[in-house]
């Protein structure tokens, strides 16, 4: 029931049973006219490495001041063309499956968010980073650094190329394996929209085993981070194609356009 | 139009992992004023976890307005020219959990309100960002007016004001759990 915390070896049933009790706990709290809620909750033992790293008081409810009722201004300046493309970085073309990913980023009223910045990094098609503390022993890709980069369109659109990501064993529990995920950031139109976050595929058989994704206690919540594939994203002979939308909810600029400039 | 009245839902956060330190740090991230402008302020600290050690592979982002206290809508922060203030840097810690910045003192935003800038932490192992705010020590009596400030219980308020530590310095350390732990903020983003 209380696991040591200082075990060094959990079984994946610990895990999965820890996963389970919690999940079965939120559900009680939540009541009809407060539901669970989307982001995961940073006490999710779980997951390690939250445990001495979770704030215990309430956080402190604030009125967003002017500066977080906007963002930094990204631009062409800032990002190149290329960045979006992470299979082109190198002399030659990297190993793996290509895909295309594609979505819209938006607001919780379905407006866009403009020209701001979307970054991600990943693992190759081996499940290794490019990161030095990555230990994991799969071979790394010469041709594969993992970063790219992109602003979003006036629509709130995004548009990368890549390689499909491996799932990679991490020290969470004996045998953890995460699911294949990119990593994403993104700026809103106000910083309080900030986001980081992971980007899933569908149907991976390691959701239900991953303490990370299983933070997210609802399971419509969980399912908004998994991309769903699109055959009109595809293009013949070249690419798999996925589409993702991101919703960034929170307090907006009280100086955007009126509403009848856009059209959502 | 109906959507407008269906509010989408939110993308829930996920931890920033311990491997962004290839990608997301950039050149010029934490130089939001370039050290040698007369200007330019430090503002620097330690991530500490609930056992008071270090945090090696935490990321954290400032976000504040000029010396008039108006947000930058220059553009730039990732291609920095030395001149422009953008307002924004981001800044991986080191080995010893330590983070350094060089920008502007802000300006106050509205009138009976203090300056501040806005600090965001990114860890592996925080599974969703964490805002503060980083006031400034050498503002007692602006502090003692501020609205936010005002609300804290007084034995942590002392956790959001980087304190001068030096000539033109701050010290503004982030302790995510236990003693000492750093008033954390929630702009109705918690959901």
Same mark, same amino acid.
């Given at each position: 029931? *209380?696991?040591?915390?200082?075990?060094?070896?959990?079984?994946?049933?610990?895990?999965? %049973?820890?996963?389970?009790?919690? *999940?079965?706990?939120?559900?009680?709290?939540?009541?009809?006219?407060?539901?669970?809620?989307?982001?995961?909750?940073?006490? +999710?033992?779980?997951?390690? #490495?939250? =445990?001495?790293?979770?704030?215990?008081?309430?956080?402190?409810?604030?009125?967003?001041?002017?500066?977080?009722?906007? #963002?930094?201004?990204?631009? /062409?300046?800032?990002?190149? $063309?290329?960045?979006? %493309?992470?299979?082109?970085? *190198?002399?030659?073309? $990297?190993? @793996?499956?290509?895909?295309?990913?594609?979505?819209?980023?938006?607001?919780?009223?379905?407006?866009?968010?403009?020209?701001? =910045?979307?970054?991600?990094?990943?693992?190759?098609?081996?499940?290794?980073?490019?990161?030095?503390?990555?230990? *994991?022993?799969?071979? =790394?890709?010469?041709?594969?650094?993992?970063?790219?980069?992109?602003?979003? @369109?006036?629509?709130?659109?995004?548009?990368?190329?890549?390689?499909?990501?491996?799932?990679?064993?991490?020290?969470?529990?004996?045998?953890?394996?995460?699911?294949? /995920?990119?990593?994403?950031?993104?700026?809103?139109?106000? +910083?309080?929209?900030?986001?980081?976050?992971?980007?899933? +595929?569908?149907?991976?058989?390691? +959701?239900? =085993?991953?303490?990370?994704?299983?933070?997210?206690?609802?399971?419509?919540?969980?399912?908004?981070?998994?991309?769903?594939?699109?055959?009109?994203?595809?293009?013949?002979?070249?690419?798999?194609?996925?589409?993702? %939308?991101?919703?960034?909810?929170?307090?907006?600029?009280?100086?955007?356009?009126?509403?009848?400039?856009? /059209?959502? | 139009?109906?959507?407008q009245h269906r509010p989408l839902g939110q993308t829930p956060s996920q931890t920033v992992g311990p491997f962004f330190g290839y990608a997301l740090p950039y050149p010029g991230g934490p130089e939001v004023r370039a050290p040698w402008q007369p200007d330019a302020v430090r503002v620097h600290g330690t991530v500490l976890d609930g056992a008071?050690?270090?945090?090696?592979?935490?990321?954290?982002?400032?976000?504040?307005?000029?010396?008039?206290?108006?947000?930058?809508?220059?553009?730039?922060?990732?291609?920095?020219?030395?001149?422009?203030?953008?307002?924004?840097?981001?800044?991986?810690?080191?080995?010893?959990?330590?983070?350094?910045?060089?920008?502007?003192?802000?300006?106050?935003?509205?009138?009976?309100?203090?300056? !501040?800038?806005?600090?965001?932490?990114?860890?592996?192992?925080?599974?969703?960002?964490?805002?503060?705010?980083?006031?400034?020590?050498?503002?007692?009596?602006?502090?003692?007016?501020?609205?936010?400030?005002?609300?804290?219980?007084?034995?942590?308020?002392?956790?959001?004001?980087?304190?001068?530590?030096?000539?033109?310095? !701050?010290?503004?350390?982030?302790?995510?759990?236990?003693?000492?732990?750093?008033?954390?903020?929630? !702009?109705?983003?918690?959901?």
């Amino acid at each position: 029931m *209380h696991p040591t915390v200082s075990h060094p070896d959990p079984s994946q049933q610990v895990i999965s %049973d820890g996963i389970a009790d919690r *999940h079965d706990r939120e559900r009680r709290l939540a009541t009809s006219d407060r539901g669970l809620r989307a982001h995961p909750r940073r006490d +999710f033992a779980p997951y390690r #490495s939250t =445990l001495l790293r979770h704030p215990t008081h309430e956080l402190v409810r604030t009125d967003p001041e002017d500066i977080e009722l906007v #963002s930094p201004a990204f631009g /062409h300046t800032d990002v190149a $063309p290329e960045e979006a %493309d992470l299979t082109i970085q *190198h002399a030659g073309e $990297p190993l @793996g499956e290509r895909i295309i990913i594609t979505g819209r980023v938006l607001d919780g009223d379905g407006r866009p968010v403009r020209n701001q =910045l979307v970054e991600i990094w990943q693992a190759n098609a081996s499940g290794r980073y490019v990161h030095k503390r990555d230990q *994991h022993p799969a071979p =790394l890709d010469p041709n594969f650094t993992g970063v790219g980069r992109i602003v979003t @369109g006036d629509d709130g659109s995004y548009r990368l190329t890549t390689i499909k990501p491996g799932a990679y064993p991490w020290k969470n529990h004996r045998n953890a394996w995460r699911p294949a /995920h990119i990593h994403f950031s993104f700026f809103g139109s106000a +910083f309080t929209q900030r986001l980081v976050t992971q980007m899933y +595929f569908p149907g991976d058989p390691l +959701f239900a =085993l991953d303490p990370i994704y299983q933070s997210i206690v609802d399971p419509a919540a969980r399912e908004r981070l998994v991309a769903g594939y699109d055959h009109e994203v595809s293009e013949p002979e070249w690419a798999i194609g996925y589409r993702w %939308d991101v919703v960034l909810t929170g307090p907006r600029s009280t100086w955007m356009e009126p509403e009848d400039a856009d /059209h959502v | 139009m109906s959507e407008q009245h269906r509010p989408l839902g939110q993308t829930p956060s996920q931890t920033v992992g311990p491997f962004f330190g290839y990608a997301l740090p950039y050149p010029g991230g934490p130089e939001v004023r370039a050290p040698w402008q007369p200007d330019a302020v430090r503002v620097h600290g330690t991530v500490l976890d609930g056992a008071g050690e270090p945090i090696p592979d935490a990321i954290v982002e400032i976000w504040g307005a000029d010396a008039a206290g108006l947000a930058s809508t220059e553009r730039g922060s990732l291609d920095r020219d030395q001149h422009a203030f953008t307002g924004f840097g981001r800044a991986a810690v080191d080995r010893d959990g330590h983070y350094s910045f060089t920008t502007i003192k802000p300006g106050a935003m509205r009138d009976g309100s203090a300056p !501040y800038l806005l600090v965001t932490v990114f860890a592996r192992g925080v599974l969703h960002h964490l805002f503060t705010r980083a006031y400034f020590g050498d503002e007692p009596e602006a502090n003692a007016a501020d609205p936010l400030l005002t609300r804290i219980d007084p034995d942590r308020r002392g956790t959001l004001v980087a304190e001068p530590d030096a000539a033109s310095s !701050y010290r503004f350390d982030v302790r995510l759990q236990g003693e000492g732990e750093t008033v954390f903020l929630d !702009y109705g983003t918690e959901r």
